[in-house]
C-alpha cells in the first residue's frame, strides 16, 4: 500500500516534529509505503514543492493523508484535497488546531467540499470530533495522538514542598507563555523560593519571545525563571524531573502532545480550560482546569497541589493512567484498520 502524507516538516529546520513526521514514521514501521511532503521552510515554496510531489506520485498512491490547519496552512489541504478527488484517489484529513472550527464557520463552502468528499475524516480529540459532527460532517472518526509510551517513565508525585512549575511549548502569542510569568509571580507572594522551568523555541516567533524575556525581567523574575530554548525530547524529559507541577497556558488548543506527555510522566497537570483540552483533562479527576487567561485562579490551583498531598498524589497518579490511552501501539491499530479498510 502506497501512501503519500501531506504536512509540515520542519523539524530539520528547528521546530518540533508534527503528525507527517510522528506519524508517518509509525505507519513505516508497519511496512506501509509512506511518501511525506513537504520539509521546505518557506510557505509558498512548500505549498509549489507538495503540488508538484503529488503529481510525481499520484499515478501509484493508494490513498493521501493531509495535515489540516485552520491558518494559512488550511488552504494546502484544500488544494491538495481537490487533487486528489479530480484524480480519484482517496484522500484523510487529519485535523488539528483548537480554532478549526472556526474555520468550518468561515469558509463554509470550501471546509464542505474539501471535508463532505474525503473518505473519512481523522479528528485527534473528542473536541473536533464534535464540532465536525455538529456541522453535518459525519465521516468523521476519532484517533488520537500518540506517545510513544517507551520514552517516559513516571515520577510520581505524592507531595510538594517549593513549587518548580514547568511549561512546554513553542513560544506563540496563541499559547500565552506570558501568563506562566504572571502564574509564577502569583505564586511567589505564597511560596517565595517558587521557579519556572520554559522549554520551548520560537517557531519564528522570536518577538513573542523577547516579550516574554523582558517581563519576566521587569516583575524581578529573571532568577527564577529559566529559559531553554528548544531542546530535544530526551533533554526535556530529563530537565522535567527537577520540577512538580506541569502548567498549561494556552488560549486555544486541540489535543496538545506536551500536556499528555506531562501526565504520561507523573506531573500533576493544571491547565486553561480551552478547546479540547477538557475532553483529555477531567477537573479535579485527572488535573485542574481553569478559565483562559485567570492567572489568580492558576496560581489558587497550583498552591492548591502544594498545601494538599492528597490532592497532589490523586492527580498525579491519574495522570499517568490517562496517558496510557494515547500509546503508540493503540493508536498504530487503529490507523491500520482504518487503512485496511479504505482499500477493501
Known sequence: MKILYFGNKLSKHGYTPTTVENLGCLLQSEQLEVHTSSDKKNKLVRFLDMVIFFFRNRKEADAILIDTYSTLNFWYAVVIGRLASLYGIKYIPILHGGKLPERLDRSAAISHRLFMHSAVNVAPSAYLHEAFCKRGYLNTVIIPNFIDEGNYIPLYRYSIGTPRLLWVRSFSDIYNPQMAIHVLAEVRRIYPEASLLMIGGCNGEDECFRQTRLLANSLGLSDAVEFTGKLSKSEWITRSTECN????????????????????????????????????????????????????????????????????????????????????????????????????
Not at 251 to 263: G, H, K, L, Q, R
Open 245 to 344: 507541577v506541569f502548567i498549561n497556558t494556552t488560549n486555544a488548543d486541540n489535543t496538545p502532545v506536551s500536556v499528555i506527555e506531562a501526565m504520561a510522566l507523573g506531573f500533576p497537570v493544571v491547565s486553561t480550560n480551552v478547546g479540547g483540552i477538557p475532553y483529555i483533562i477531567t477537573n479535579e479527576e485527572n488535573g485542574l482546569l481553569v478559565e483562559s487567561g485567570s492567572v489568580e485562579a492558576m496560581a489558587h490551583s497550583i498552591v492548591r497541589v502544594v498545601k494538599d498531598s492528597a490532592l497532589c498524589t490523586r492527580l498525579s497518579q491519574t495522570s499517568v493512567e490517562t496517558s496510557r490511552k494515547y500509546s503508540s501501539i493503540a493508536v498504530k491499530e487503529s490507523w491500520l484498520s482504518l487503512l485496511g479498510k479504505m482499500i477493501e
